[in-house]
C-alpha cells in the first residue's frame, strides 16, 4: 500500500524554526514532482513549494526567502526547511507527491501552529 506520511509539525514561537518530513512509502514507484501545500482554518488548501524529481524549485511569495524545500530520491523523502516563522504561517501542512505510474498522492497533513 502506497502512502505519503508526513511528519515534523508542532509548536514554535515566532521567529523559530521547524522542519517538515514527508516519506513515501511502498514500492513500484518513481516520484516525479513533489511539494508542499498548506490550510489554515476556514481557508483554500495553498501551494507553497514545488521540487521536481532532480531539484528545481519554486516558492510561494509568502514563504520565499524563509523556507526550503528538499528531497532525499534515494529515501522517497521530502523535507521543508522552515525558518523565521510568522503567526501567519499557522496551517496544516500536507505534502503530495506524483508517483508514476500509479498517480497522484496526499499526505495526512502535519499541524504546525506558531504562537508565543
Known amino acids: 500500500q502506497v502512502q505519503l506520511v508526513e511528519s515534523g509539525g508542532g509548536l514554535v514561537q515566532p521567529g523559530g524554526s521547524l522542519r517538515l518530513s514527508c516519506a513515501a512509502s511502498?514500492?513500484?514507484?518513481?516520484?516525479?514532482?513533489m511539494a508542499w501545500y498548506r490550510q489554515a482554518p476556514g481557508k483554500q488548501r495553498d501551494l507553497i513549494a514545488i521540487?521536481?524529481?532532480?531539484?528545481?524549485?519554486t516558492y510561494a511569495d509568502s514563504v520565499k526567502g524563509r523556507f526550503t524545500i528538499a528531497r532525499d530520491n534515494d529515501k522517497n523523502t521530502m523535507y521543508l526547511q522552515m525558518n523565521s516563522l510568522k503567526p501567519d504561517d499557522t496551517a496544516r501542512y500536507y505534502c503530495?507527491?506524483?508517483?508514476?505510474?500509479?498517480?497522484?498522492?496526499w499526505g495526512q497533513g502535519t499541524q504546525v501552529t506558531v504562537s508565543s
Open positions: 521540487i521536481a524529481r532532480f531539484g528545481t524549485t
Open positions: 511502498g514500492s513500484s514507484f518513481v516520484i516525479d514532482n
Open positions: 503530495s507527491a506524483e508517483l508514476r505510474p500509479l498517480g497522484h498522492y
